[in-house]
């Protein structure tokens, strides 16, 4: 059975959905919690909590630190702007309505706002200094990554294989690109890039797309996988991750494809490696860093494409996607636990069990710490103790 089915299954399956079954010769083996010698501890500054958080749904529902304040938010409606120092309640709003909430894509800044998505298709933009509502524009399609904002636009990648711009103060809608949606997907979408001028993300049919952000202008697709084998399953090439741009060159991976460099200038491919996930990637500045379809993570050079270490330690415990706090890459897994890695020889530096609930995504980093926040909705600020 392909890999990917394989750990969707095992995913589903801890998140108590029943998508499939799968016989004895394809069970999912977890690898054991490593045995690692810390050199640092957390210290905890404060805690809090919002909701219910998202349980055990699928969800990339990340914090956002914007406008001085931490913002945090639940499946089930909750919003809460909280003071970084203390963890105070600046304010909050229950979404929740005649209709359940679910949220599941944001939470993005921008134009004095935050704006959220949910899976009844709706974007909903709040005033980021009290959480009044600004607007609500309902567009089809679940929204399960976080908008991007660019040109007085709020825009949004669907389901239904639609991006969409709105007007960032009135919701009103400016214009609309489809790209083709195979039969069978994963579940989840690339979260779109904007830098200078243009718009990309990937999509299901595994390409990723660009398109002028003031016209809504496709201009271009670059393959990124190509479908192979008997079945829609061994067919899958989703491209789910955000696109990363490091000065001219964009950064992309898809499941089944390749982790490929593309020179923003001709549009071209500058190099391909063969790499398949479904999460987002980490940077910082030279090198990427990605977590593969069987949770292996990886560190390759930006320039050359080069992989640099791999670790293979933690096959198979649900990554979240990972993140670069204080210098060190950083994922959190199903059990809740965070291991601490160094970016140079792919080595663990630190672990700890910070929530039995687990982690649906990585930590936040801060100016002076980081936030993590639990499937269980604990909110906890906190710092390194070295």
């Excluded at 203390?86 to 979404?95: E, F, K, V």
């Excluded at 660019?150 to 960032?168: C, K, P, Y």
């Excluded at 999509?203 to 660009?210: H, K």
């Excluded at 926040?373 to 604990?378: A, E, F, M, T």
């Amino acid at each position: 059975m392909n890999k990917i089915l394989r750990k969707a299954l095992a995913s589903a399956l801890v998140l108590g959905a029943l998508v499939g079954c799968a016989s004895e010769e394809d069970t999912i083996v977890m690898a054991p919690v490593p045995v690692v010698n810390s050199e640092f501890t957390p210290d905890s500054v404060w805690s809090t909590s919002v909701g219910n958080g998202v349980g055990q749904f699928f969800s990339k529902l990340s914090p956002k630190y914007a406008y001085e304040k931490i913002f945090v938010a639940s499946r089930d409606g909750i919003v809460r702007a909280l003071n970084p120092d203390n963890g105070a309640t600046i304010w909050q709003i229950d979404l929740e309505g005649d209709v359940i909430a679910r949220l599941s894509g944001g939470i993005s800044a921008g134009y004095s706002k935050i704006f959220i998505g949910n899976e009844n298709g709706e974007v909903i933009a709040l005033n980021e200094a009290d959480g009044t509502l600004a607007w609500k524009a309902n567009i089809g399609g679940e929204i399960l990554a976080a908008p991007a904002t660019d040109s007085n636009m709020v825009i949004v990648n669907t389901s239904r294989g639609m991006l969409i711009a709105l007007d960032q103060a009135t919701g009103e809608q400016k214009w609309t690109i489809s790209t083709e949606v195979p039969t069978l997907t994963l579940r989840g979408d690339s979260a779109p890039t904007t830098v200078s001028g243009g718009i990309f993300w990937g999509t299901p049919s595994g390409r990723l797309a660009a398109a002028i952000v003031e016209r809504g202008q496709l201009i271009w697709q670059q393959p990124i996988g190509t479908p192979q084998g008997a079945t829609e399953i061994d067919r899958l090439v989703d491209v789910d991750a955000q696109p990363i741009v490091l000065g001219s060159t964009l950064y992309i991976v898809g499941v089944n494809g390749h982790l490929t460099a593309i020179d923003l200038r001709s549009g071209k491919p500058a190099w391909k490696r063969q790499y398949s996930t479904a999460t987002d990637m980490a940077e910082d500045g030279r090198n990427l860093y990605l977590v593969t379809e069987k949770d292996h993570i990886a560190a390759v050079d930006a320039r050359s494409g080069t992989e640099i270490w791999t670790n293979t330690q933690l096959e198979h415990r649900l990554l979240t996607a990972p993140k670069i706090i204080d210098g060190y890459v950083v994922v959190g897994d199903t059990e809740g636990y965070l291991y601490w890695i160094d970016r140079d020889t792919g080595y663990f530096v630190a672990q700890q069990q910070v929530n039995s609930s687990g982690f649906s995504v990585g930590p936040l980093a801060l100016p002076d710490g980081y936030l993590i926040i639990s499937r269980n909705g604990d909110v906890k600020k906190l710092t390194i103790n070295k």
